[in-house]
């Protein structure tokens, strides 16, 4: 059974810092990964998705890698802004399972 | 990519009831599927619908509580019956394209019972 887990569960930081917010799973056999943002009360919007075939995405102040290998992904935040204040949650799409597992999220503060 | 239109998107209610939950999308997909995520919590798979069969749910979760309707390739209902404070929630309504395996999310019905 898929599992995934977040670390750090929230975090807080001064706004312009450089972050990373770690994603861990157990069963390597993954069609791809996905971190999305959701703010308060709200659905999910999608950042990125990296295939099993890729080793990283990025998108404006956002880079994710996936080791699948290793069953670790980052998302590293790029001068952070009070804007980027959200949870993230990360996302693997499992061959066995066909679907999403997801990870408890980071909650994330970005101080002005 | 898809987009999807959920409806309502908030809505208060009274134990006992049921309220049923839409979830339109502007493209046809296969794949449909109903999340839950309880406050404070991540997101957990009901049930998975797709058009012309029942649908599949996770366990934990059962038909009489949460029906759900697959009429055709775009929409999809679910209903959450008998409501109690417990199933106070977000839902959320997703589907996959065929390509790549993007799962696309709606905006979230936030249901509050009282």
């Known amino acids: 059974k898929q599992e995934v887990t977040q670390i750090p569960a929230a975090l807080s930081v001064p706004e312009g810092e450089n972050l990373v917010l770690n994603c861990s799973f157990t069963?390597?056999?993954?069609?791809?990964l996905q971190w999305f943002r959701q703010d308060p009360g709200k659905g999910l919007t999608s950042l990125l998705l990296?295939?099993?075939?890729?080793r990283e995405q990025t998108s404006g102040r956002l880079n994710a890698s996936l080791d699948k290998s290793s069953g670790r992904s980052t998302l590293y935040i790029a001068a952070s802004q009070p804007g980027d204040s959200a949870t993230y949650l990360c996302?693997?799409?499992?061959?066995?399972?066909?679907?999403?597992?997801f990870g408890s999220g980071t909650q994330l503060t970005v101080l002005p | 990519s898809a987009v999807i239109s959920q409806k309502p998107s908030r809505d208060i209610c009274q134990r006992g009831t049921s309220l049923t939950i839409q979830c339109q999308v502007d493209?046809?997909?296969?794949?449909m599927f109903w999340y839950r995520q309880q406050p404070g919590q991540s997101l957990t798979l009901i049930a998975t619908?797709?058009?012309?069969?029942?649908?599949?749910?996770e366990s934990g979760f059962v038909i009489d509580k949460f029906p759900i309707s697959r009429p055709n390739l775009t929409f999809s209902t679910l209903t959450v019956s008998n409501m109690s404070p417990e199933d106070s929630s977000i839902y959320l309504c997703?589907?996959?394209?065929?390509?790549?395996?993007?799962?696309?999310f709606g905006a979230g019905t936030r249901l509050s019972v009282l």
């Open positions: 996302a693997v799409y499992s061959g066995s399972a066909r679907q999403l597992t």
């Open positions: 069963d390597s056999a993954i069609y791809n």
């Open positions: 493209s046809q997909v296969t794949m």
């Open positions: 990296i295939q099993s075939s890729q």
């Open positions: 997703s589907v996959t394209t065929q390509t790549k395996n993007i799962q696309y």
């Open positions: 619908a797709n058009q012309g069969s029942e649908a599949t749910y």
